[in-house]
């Protein structure tokens, strides 16, 4: 496994953007699915976006359209762009790689497995 560090946490009004970062200690395994994860107060961990291979992507119903994932191959970093932030955005946010490799199934979570998990980042909208 190896390990992630996320980065960019921070608070901004509603409306406004933020990037977040989750660099790995090793190379992220590109036929790993790997994605952003977030839990706000009083509710379960979701997935938010995922990645996986040559840069396929599934972003959740809630944040489509204004949240994207993209990976940075050279530099092991996973990246979460948000823009337009509602208070409904307001969560610990955390990276994560699957336990197993992709076989062309759903990357979604918690039907995929994650076992290796950064240490979340907050992320406050008001």
């Known amino acids: 496994h190896v390990q992630l560090v996320e980065s960019g946490a921070g608070s901004v009004q509603a409306g406004g953007s933020l990037r977040l970062s989750c660099t790995a200690s090793?190379?992220?395994?590109?036929?790993?699915?790997t994605g952003w994860f977030r839990q706000a107060p009083g509710k379960e961990r979701e997935g938010v976006a995922y990645?996986?291979?040559?840069?396929?992507?599934t972003i959740a119903d809630g944040v489509k359209g204004r949240f994207s994932i993209s990976r940075d191959d050279a530099k092991s970093t996973l990246y979460l762009e948000m823009h337009n932030l509602s208070p409904e955005d307001t969560g610990m946010y955390y990276c994560?790689?699957?336990?197993?490799?992709?076989?062309?199934?759903?990357?979604?979570?918690?039907?995929?497995?994650?076992?290796?998990w950064g240490q979340g980042t907050q992320v406050t909208v008001s």
């Open positions: 994560a790689q699957a336990a197993r490799t992709w076989y062309g199934g759903s990357c979604q979570y918690p039907g995929q497995v994650y076992d290796c």
């Open positions: 090793e190379t992220i395994y590109r036929w790993y699915c």
């Open positions: 990645i996986v291979g040559n840069d396929f992507t």
